[in-house]
C-alpha cells in the first residue's frame, strides 16, 4: 500500500466545473509534487512545493491552481479545464528537497474532462 | 536539462527468464538514478536506485548497474515472474535542480506464463 494517498481515485468534469484534488502523507516529508501523466507516457512535472512553499511552477497553464495548506497537504484546484487535460494526476512526496532523494508516488486521480 | 532515453519500449519475456531494461543519460552531472515499476491503475512505485559512487546494487531478484564513463545504468530482474509484468521507468537526477528526476520514456514488459 502506498503511503501517499490521494483522492478522488476517479474524477469526471465538465469544462465550466470548479473541482479539486487533495494528496496527503504522513512521513513527515516537506516535499511534495504534482505530475500529469498522459497514457503510456512518462510522468511530467507540474509543482513542486518546500515546506509548504512553491519552489517550481513548469510553466502550467492558471487552470490549474496548486495549493498547500500544512506540510502533509497538498491539494490541485482545478477550473475551466480543457479536454487535453483528461490524464492521470499524481502526487508525490519526498524528505526534502535535497539531491538524491527518492519521490513516493500516490496512485493518482484518473481526470476525464467531458 | 538532461534527456534519458530508455530501451526497449516492450519487452516479452518467459516466466523464470531474466529481463534487462537499459537507460542511458546525457549529463555527466547526473548522480542518482531510481527506477520506477507501473501496475495498472496504481502510481509508480520505486524498486531499486543507485548513486553515482556505487557501480551496482541489488535486492533479491533486482539489480542495478551502473555505467558512469558510458553514461547508462541498466535494470535487470531475474527468475520473472507473472506479477513482474508492468511499465518500468528509469530516472536521473542531478545536484542543485530541487530534486528533479527526469524520466525514461517507460518499457512495458510481459511475462508469460
Known amino acids: 500500500d502506498t503511503e501517499v494517498t490521494q483522492t478522488p481515485k476517479h474524477l469526471v468534469m465538465g469544462m465550466t466545473n470548479k473541482k479539486s484534488l487533495k494528496c496527503e502523507q504522513h512521513m513527515g516529508h516537506r516535499a511534495m509534487y504534482w505530475y500529469k501523466q498522459k497514457a503510456k507516457k512518462p510522468p511530467e512535472l507540474m509543482f513542486v512545493?518546500?515546506?509548504?512553499?512553491?519552489?517550481i511552477n513548469e510553466s502550467v497553464p492558471s487552470r490549474f491552481s496548486p495549493e498547500c495548506p500544512n506540510s502533509s497537504l497538498l491539494n490541485l484546484h482545478l477550473h475551466a479545464l480543457q479536454p487535453e487535460d483528461s490524464a492521470l494526476y499524481l502526487c508525490?512526496?519526498?524528505?526534502?528537497?535535497?539531491?538524491?532523494?527518492?519521490?513516493?508516488f500516490g496512485d493518482g486521480t484518473r481526470l476525464s474532462i467531458l | 536539462g538532461e534527456n534519458v532515453e530508455q530501451h526497449p519500449s516492450t519487452l516479452s519475456v518467459q516466466e523464470g527468464d531474466s529481463a534487462v531494461i537499459k537507460c542511458t543519460y546525457s549529463?555527466?552531472?547526473?548522480?542518482?538514478f531510481p527506477w520506477y515499476k507501473q501496475e495498472l491503475g496504481k502510481g509508480p512505485q520505486l524498486i531499486i536506485d543507485i548513486r553515482s559512487n556505487v557501480g551496482e546494487k541489488k535486492d533479491q531478484r533486482i539489480a542495478v548497474t551502473l555505467n558512469k564513463t558510458a553514461k547508462h545504468f541498466s535494470l535487470h530482474i531475474t527468475e520473472t515472474q507473472p506479477e513482474d509484468s508492468a511499465v518500468y521507468f528509469c530516472a536521473a537526477s542531478k545536484p542543485n535542480t530541487g530534486n528533479q528526476f527526469y524520466f525514461g520514456t517507460g518499457t512495458s514488459l510481459t511475462v508469460i506464463p
Open positions: 512545493y518546500s515546506y509548504e512553499k512553491l519552489s
Open positions: 549529463d555527466s552531472a547526473s548522480n542518482y
Open positions: 508525490a512526496s519526498s524528505q526534502d528537497l535535497g539531491h538524491n532523494q527518492p519521490q513516493h
